[in-house]
Structure formats: structure tokens, C-alpha cells
């Protein structure tokens, strides 16, 4: 006696479920996992993360932490995968975790940073 298994065709409801199911957890994963006093805006390998200055800001970004630690002039502190940079407009890329940071703006409000993955880390 052979023993057949019995195949159930997915209902239309259960694969459009499903689909937007994968499409949630997709944007989660790009936009970024929690943030306060920022937001982002994230491609696969890279995120523009923009805080906002006085208060705790802070971001999980591909799987990293971001915050901002301070900010004088057009200097900026912060803190990339547990490391501290210090950024000036400008500047080339510093160097954190795997990670290339760099400083796009800053003003009176707001900091704008550009972190990306390092090929080959």
C-alpha cells in the first residue's frame, strides 16, 4: 500500500496573507528596527538617519545602533556600533563596525547622517 500525501491549493486569501505578511517584515527590516528623536530612510546596504537635536535621539539600523551624543558648530559626536565619531560636514567617511559614516548636515534642528555596510564586511 502506498501512502500519498494530499496537496491543499493555498486559497487566494491565504497567498495575498501571505504577501502582505512578507511585504511587512520587509519594511521593517529597511526602515529600521526602533527609533526615538529620528528618523531614517533606508536602502538594503545604506540609511540617511536624521536626529533631532536636543533630546535622546536614537535609531536601530541595520542592525546597529546609531545616536546622536552632541553636536557644536558644524562638529558632530555620535555613536556608531558602540563606537564614538566625531564628524564635520564635509569630511570623509570615519570608520565604525563594518560601517562608513559620514556627516550630510547639520543645523539648529537637526543632524543628518549616511551610514553604510563596508563591502566585503
Known amino acids: 500500500m502506498t501512502k500519498r500525501s494530499a496537496t491543499i491549493p493555498l486559497t487566494p486569501i ?3 496573507a501571505g504577501l502582505f505578511a512578507g511585504l511587512a517584515l520587509g519594511f521593517a527590516v529597511l526602515a529600521g528596527c526602533s527609533s526615538q528623536g529620528a528618523s531614517t530612510d533606508c536602502a ?6 536624521t536626529f533631532d537635536r536636543g533630546v535622546d535621539a536614537r535609531t ?3 542592525g546597529i545602533e546609531a545616536k546622536l551624543v552632541g553636536a557644536e558648530g558644524d562638529q558632530v559626536t555620535v555613536e556608531v556600533a558602540g563606537e564614538q565619531l566625531t564628524l564635520t560636514t ?3 567617511a570615519a570608520e565604525a563596525g563594518g560601517f562608513s559614516v559620514t556627516l550630510d548636515s547639520v543645523t539648529d534642528q537637526q543632524v543628518k547622517i549616511r ?4 563591502p566585503g564586511s
Not at 538594503?44 to 538617519?49: E, G, I, L, S
Not at 551610514?115 to 563596508?118: S, Y
Open 115 to 118: 551610514v553604510a555596510r563596508n
Open 60 to 62: 536601530t539600523i541595520l
Open 14 to 16: 491565504r497567498r495575498t
Open 90 to 92: 564635509g569630511q570623509q
Open 44 to 49: 538594503v546596504d545604506a540609511c540617511t538617519v
